[in-house]
């Protein structure tokens, strides 16, 4: 319990963490990996868990990652420490990563999945429902396509097909047809009127899920994690301990099953845990968390 609340103030202490770190004592607790190991941080955001982690093991190396450049430059200059590598990349290319930096297998990786609270809390990021701001949603701003032009070259039954099946909601043909007719949709604004048009009533749920769809999509999150988890057995080390945050059930499913499924990782026990009653008042952000943990055999 000490340990945990050290581990909060020090995350708390770093200046770039306006992202509160979810569950931070329990992942420290699991994760503890040998002196001299190699961490990997698959998603350093704010650099909350990435602080804690360092703060906690100070013999062990860190490789840290994360999409948004801009995630990278605030972590790289507030983490100054010559134990840290810190890389703009997707989490699917760590294998090349731990290659060409010449680093051996990992004894302990976290995966903190979805957005942080500073992109979601950024207008010109185009994530949340409730800010104004342009359409875009890419975790990196410099490649890809954002999402008001994924909406422009895709047809009404594809973005049906995007929200029900990434979005999980039910009334994904009025909410497409909607957004067709409401083209050009090119800010947060354009779509939430057009989503509201479609739901009447009651729309935060339908809007969140129409904005995670359109997120997932946009950054190929599902495709990523896919490729995540077919190679995370080639990079870690036997005994290695790794643990993902999931934050809606399709990413939390494939976790399970690829911890259930692949012989080269058994599911820690327990399997999961949730944030405290306490944390969830703390952070109401945390609510939906889930921390499904595997160790390497
Ligand atoms: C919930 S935040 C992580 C917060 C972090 N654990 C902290 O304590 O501040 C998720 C981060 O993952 C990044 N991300 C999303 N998909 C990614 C991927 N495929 N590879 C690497 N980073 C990714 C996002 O850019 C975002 O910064």
Known sequence: MALQESVREVSRSVPVARHEPVMVGEIVDFLRPAAQALVVDGTAGGGGHLAA??????????????????????VGETLDDE???????????????????????????LFDLGLSSIQLD?????????????LDMRFDRGTGVPASELLEGMSETEIADLVYTFGQEGRSRS??????????????????????????GRPVKPLSRVFQALRMAVNDEPG????????????TLPGARVAFLTFHSLEDRAVKRFFIDDPAFTPWDPPWMAPSREEIRRNPRSRSAKLRMGVRS
């Open 53 to 74: 982690l360092m703060a906690a093991f100070p013999g062990a190396r860190f490789l840290a990652v994360d999409l948004d450049p801009e995630a990278v430059r605030r």
């Open 122 to 134: 950024d207008a010109e990021r185009g994530f949340a429902h409730s800010l104004d701001g342009p």
């Open 224 to 235: 990523r994690l896919a490729r995540l988890l077919s190679g995370l057995p080639g990079w």
């Open 175 to 200: 909410i497409a047809r909607e957004i067709v007719r409401a083209r050009p949709v090119e800010t947060t604004g354009d779509l939430a009127r057009a989503v509201c048009r479609a739901v009447r």
């Open 83 to 109: 134990r840290l590598e810190i890389i703009a990349s997707g989490f699917d290319c760590i294998p090349e990563l731990l290659a060409s930096h010449g680093l051996g297998g990992a004894a302990a990786a």
